[in-house]
């Protein structure tokens, strides 16, 4: 990755200020190392840049914390770190006042490590329900991995809600159990009429402690827990996880294996842009869609269970590589029957829900998210895509073995749910010929490669796109060769809020189908 | 008159008990008509059997009214039920045949549910409230103008009069009588909550108008008014195909003729069925507030077939 002049004019630019510190010294790409007092000016710097922001996590390393936050700027990532030492007080300035995606980081650092950050204005608690106190804070060292729980976690009733007052205005609970087979998450609407004044997302029902349990794990033991993470991003997670590794070992997967694991990327992707677009078309009452293109997903997915051994391919990959060889002659051969058959149903398919008038009036206009907010909340993956944000890991930062092929990433500047849903169907027509020319140039050889433990603490970073959008993940490693930090950062992080935002001139029944057009994760923003 | 006893409760019945075959059948069909294989034609048996076996859940704040309701309701579905003509003329039969008794009827049950919804106070309910009285007021003026526009043909209120009216003058081809086959085609679907109205399949409470309603009813409450619903459904469904489509009731009780008119009448709402799944397949749910405009075009082809008649007249 060459350092593109934006880049270097910005790192140049906070030399001169002597903004970074002297001892630059980090074990990852782009990365600059700066003094507390300095978190806000050098963030103020970095968005005049146009930088996009990419999460924000912090570290524990012996006597400091480390926070790290992420950047996006054209075509190359820049982490920007630093330490607050435990002696002083663990206060930084928020930075939610220049990124608005950043208040949720903040909050959830806030809740796992204590870390105040100061002028945020949504200084509640986000991932932490009422399993833990105030003053615990799970993620530091000191808290016992098994935690003090006694039981049974308490209801959780005293999170202070914004409320709307006025004539006719009330209040509508949905959730967290909802009637379909989905995650828990819970909707606060504050409607008159119909109308949705203000919507307000409560997650955090699905922590389960991911950031935690990896702690002291081995290598191999965290990719299988990055598998299970997000049920429907397996392959998109411990992928993301196995180049955060690589790239902290310094080592390569042989070619061969990196072509298996992008063929499971994809196979991941169309079976989710496959389900997504029919549990869309159900939401309107469309059920015809529904059932033709969960069928199809059916067949998708039983192939997956047949070559791969998993429905949803989770434990497909390894360090360096991928489990096993998944893909002799014969695999390759089911694979490229199913190709052809599946683009012209997926095409015949658009063709009926593009023409059907009905359907069209129901999600034209539903749910716009128009660019402007697609930016300040930093969307990613296809709702990002609907609404003219032309962005994808594959083709803008690639990674191998993307780079070596033309991506097409479609864009649409619409921003409603129709968009949303469209842009899912030309990915699927988009993957499937990615997949076909993956399977043309299918390299022999290995597809697993030793490797060695470097005996000191180190760290990297993997970004992916996963069919929801960019996947970070952040992995750090002890001396031991244990882990010592993971932090996956889904996508959702970002996308939940579009769904907030986009909600605001709808109406409550037009809900469930813009929740749908955005699916976000729980379990990965959960943790 | 014992025989007319007979007859009616026989016809009632029959209504009642087939009701929840014909949702199974159409139900069926809409499983075939999008190629997967269908429940059995008696699944709803089933889950009514289900529901009255089970426990019956009340909230602890639910007033009489939540209790009364889907007793009343199924009870006011199975009067009208005995009032509308199946197989046999309803001169032949017993009881009041007013059409605007029975849209009075109808709005009777439709009051006692939203309030029945409103009593125990949950969101969802109130929603669901407001929403089935959103499309009633729209729903029932039009209905009304139907049932006007078929009495000003026949000069009568009776529906055994314009029932033997229409027949007698074989008026189905009428363009009077076609605006206002139509407009009681919207306004069945409005009323029966089915696409692209309302979505009686759907598992989400914020696009619910019905459904929306019933929710916290569980067990045999559950079971009453699953059952009611489906009983208005054949009601309309009967009502439109002896009302619009060809083929004279009968008026003589004998066997044959009540079988062969029985036939003609099981081909009818066959094809009725056939006809409502399609549109079904075809169509999303509507846009909520689309629905005012579907039944303000529904009232205004009623309006349109009244003054059609007035005219040529």
């Known amino acids: 990755m060459g350092t593109p002049n934006i880049l270097f004019r910005l790192l140049e630019e906070l030399n001169n200020r002597q903004l970074l510190k002297a001892d630059s010294s980090i074990d990852y790409c782009p990365a600059v190392d700066i003094e507390p007092i300095h978190w806000l000016a050098v963030t103020h710097m970095i968005q005049q840049y146009q930088a996009r922001f990419a999460g924000l996590w912090v570290k524990e390393l012996d006597n ?414 002890d001396s031991l060769g244990k882990i010592s930090r993971y932090f996956p950062r889904d996508p959702s992080w970002f996308n939940w809020l579009a769904l907030e935002r986009l909600i605001y001139h709808d109406i409550v029944p037009d809900f469930p189908v813009c929740n749908k057009s955005i699916n976000g994760s729980y379990s990965g923003c959960d943790l | 008159m014992m025989s007319r006893i007979v007859y009616s409760f026989l016809q009632t019945s029959l209504i009642i008990a087939c009701a929840p075959l014909f949702v199974g059948f159409i139900k069926m069909l809409k499983c075939w008509l999008q190629n997967r294989s269908a429940p059995s034609v008696f699944q709803r048996y089933r889950d009514l059997r289900k529901l009255f076996h089970k426990q019956t859940i009340i909230a602890h704040h639910a007033s009489w009214i939540f209790r009364f309701a889907p007793y009343l309701i199924f009870s006011i579905t199975v009067l009208i039920a005995s009032a509308i003509p199946l197989i046999i003329s309803p001169s032949k039969t017993i009881g009041f045949t007013d059409v605007i008794l029975i849209a009075g009827l109808f709005g009777l049950s439709r009051f006692f549910l939203a309030l029945a919804a409103l009593d125990i106070g949950t969101s969802f309910g109130g929603m669901g409230a407001s929403r089935e009285m959103t499309v009633a007021t729209l729903a029932e003026p039009a209905l009304m103008i139907a049932f006007f526009s078929l009495a000003m043909m026949a000069s009568s209120t009776r529906l055994d009069v314009i029932t033997t009216y229409l027949s007698a003058h074989s008026l189905w081809f009428n363009p009077s009588m076609l605006f206002v086959a139509i407009a009681f085609a919207m306004i069945a679907v409005a009323e029966t909550g089915r696409i692209p109205v309302d979505n009686p399949a759907t598992h989400l409470e914020l696009t619910m108008i019905h459904e929306a309603m019933i929710l916290e009813y569980s067990g045999r409450h559950l079971a009453l008014i699953e059952w009611a619903a489906q009983i208005k459904l054949l009601i309309y469904i009967t009502l439109f195909a002896n009302l619009f489509l060809p083929f004279p009731l009968i008026n003589q009780l004998s066997l044959s003729a009540m079988g062969l008119n029985g036939g003609i009448v099981i081909m009818k709402l066959l094809l009725l069925a056939f006809v409502l799944v399609l549109a079904e397949t075809h169509l999303a749910k509507l846009r909520l507030f689309r629905v005012p405009l579907l039944l303000n075009m529904a009232f205004l082809l009623c309006l349109l077939g009244l003054l059609m008649h007035v005219i040529t007249n």
Request: aromatic fraction near 10%.
């Open chain 1, 64 to 477: 400091a914390f480390y926070v790290i936050a992420c950047f996006y700027i054209e075509k190359n990532y820049l982490f920007v770190r630093t330490a607050l030492h435990k002696k002083t007080p663990l206060r930084l300035p928020s930075l939610s006042c220049l990124y608005l995606a950043s208040s949720r980081f903040e909050r959830h650092a806030h809740d796992l490590f204590g870390i105040e950050f100061t002028g945020n204005e949504d200084s509640r608690r986000w991932t932490r329900h009422q399993a833990w106190s105030a003053n615990q804070y799970p993620l530091r060292k000191d808290f016992p991995k098994a935690g003090y729980s006694t039981g049974k976690t308490p209801t959780d009733k005293t999170y202070p809600f914004l409320q709307a007052t006025g004539e006719g205005v009330c209040e509508v609970p949905v959730g967290p159990i909802h009637a379909g087979i989905i995650e828990p998450g819970h909707f606060r609407f504050q409607i008159a009429g119909e109308d949705i004044l203000y919507l307000e997302e409560r997650l955090g029902y699905l922590h389960k402690g991911i950031e935690k349990t990896a702690e002291g794990k081995d290598i191999s033991d965290l990719i299988h827990l990055a598998s299970h993470v997000s049920g429907d991003c397996a392959v998109s997670y411990a992928w993301s996880a196995c180049m955060a590794i690589e790239s902290a070992l310094q080592i390569t997967a042989p070619d061969r294996a990196l072509f298996i694991r992008a063929i499971l990327a994809e196979r991941e992707r169309i079976a989710n842009h496959l389900w997504d677009a029919a549990a869309i078309c159900n939401d309107v009452g469309f059920a015809f869609a529904y059932y033709q293109l969960g069928r199809l997903r059916e067949l998708w997915l039983r192939t997956n269970a047949q070559l791969f051994g998993h429905r949803l391919l989770m434990n497909c990959l390894a360090i360096s590589g991928v489990q096993k060889d998944y893909l002799p002659e014969s695999a390759v051969q089911v694979i490229r029957q199913e190709l052809k058959p599946l683009e012209k149903e997926v095409g015949e398919l658009e063709r009926i829900l593009n023409s059907n008038a009905s359907l069209q009036n129901r999600l034209k206009t539903t749910g716009i998210l128009s660019s402007d907010i697609a930016q300040a909340v930093g969307a990613l993956g296809y709702v990002g895509k609907a609404s003219g944000i032309d962005f994808d890991v594959r083709r803008d930062a690639p990674y191998a073995p993307y780079h070596q092929f033309k991506i097409d990433s479609p864009v649409l500047s619409e921003g409603d749910v129709a968009a949303r849903l469209s842009i899912r169907l030309k990915e699927i027509v988009n993957s499937l010929q990615l997949i076909d020319a993956l399977l043309k140039d299918l390299p022999a050889g290995d597809y697993q490669t030793g490797w060695k433990m470097p005996h000191r603490a180190t760290s990297g970073i993997g970004i992916v796109e996963s069919w929801r959008g960019e996947l970070l993940t952040f992995v750090g490693l």
